[in-house]
């Protein structure tokens, strides 16, 4: 079993393959506060979950984009198994070559997505991951990474609306029921969601233009599910991606071996 874990800002995302199949997924909050051991113990109480333990893992690989995490992960995960976990850590890690663009602030979670959606999708791609942040990375037709954009997530967003405006309460994502908003909380709703589907489709529209050609967009990220019935324009839709990335990335270091 090849253990995959994704360390982003809100979770830390766990992901147990056996072969190509992705077994189990369970999440872990982005603790800062938690030590080696600690974090030892809740990832094997995660196994314990899905009835399965250190003696299963044959491997483990894992991205960040939590510096004070990305040691304390590393060694809770040497401590189970007695192995140390593949860091991505570089863009050559993944085999994704870099155009012009800053590498030393790249987050190694848009390096996994690109390397997961070149792995299945023709280039050129635009790759919207909704998390914390919504990040957008561009590949061009030759498979080389150009850059992209990042937004505020869309949780993110809603949070500060409510906390900055005293008459907006706090809301939950639910399946908008037409376009116009007949309260403040379908306003805020409406106004969210469809707000982040036209980001996606306006952006994308914009890219296509810019680029002179068709492009693929790619969806993914914890809060993707809530825009893709919104969304006017055909979309790749893979929630695990940086799971099925990072697998990838694993079996190339193995086969380079």
Known sequence: ML????????????????????????????????????????????????????QDLEGA????????????????????TGRTPL?????EDAGLRI????????????????????????PPLAVFDMGTATTLSVLDEAGVFQGGMILPGLRLSVDA?????AQLPPIS??????????????CMQYGALYGAAATVEGIAARLEEQLG?????VLTGGLGRHIL???RRPVEYEPQLQLLGLRAIYLHAQNKQ
């Not at 690989?61 to 990305?70: E, G, I, K």
């Not at 860091?87 to 863009?91: C, I, L, N, Q, S």
């Not at 994502?173 to 379908?186: C, H, K, N, R």
């Open 213 to 217: 050609s068709a492009l693929t967009v």
């Open 173 to 186: 994502f639910e399946p908008p029921a037409g376009l116009i908003g007949t309260d403040t909380v379908s």
């Open 161 to 165: 609306l409510s906390a900055r405006a």
């Open 61 to 80: 690989v894992l991205c960040s984009v939590v510096p004070a995490l990305t040691a304390v992960v590393n060694r809770a995960v040497e401590q189970l």
């Open 229 to 231: 019935p919104l969304l």
């Open 3 to 54: 253990l995959t874990i994704d360390i982003g800002n809100t979770t830390i995302a766990l992901g147990a393959f056996e072969g190509e199949r992705l077994a189990f997924v369970r999440r872990l909050p982005s603790d800062r506060d938690m030590d080696a051991g600690a974090c030892a113990r809740r990832l094997l109480e995660q196994l314990a979950l899905e009835n399965a333990g250190p």
């Open 99 to 122: 155009g012009n663009y800053d590498q030393s602030n790249l987050g190694m979670d848009r390096v996994v997505d690109c390397a997961a959606a070149l792995a299945r999708w023709k």
């Open 87 to 91: 860091v991505v850590a570089r863009p």
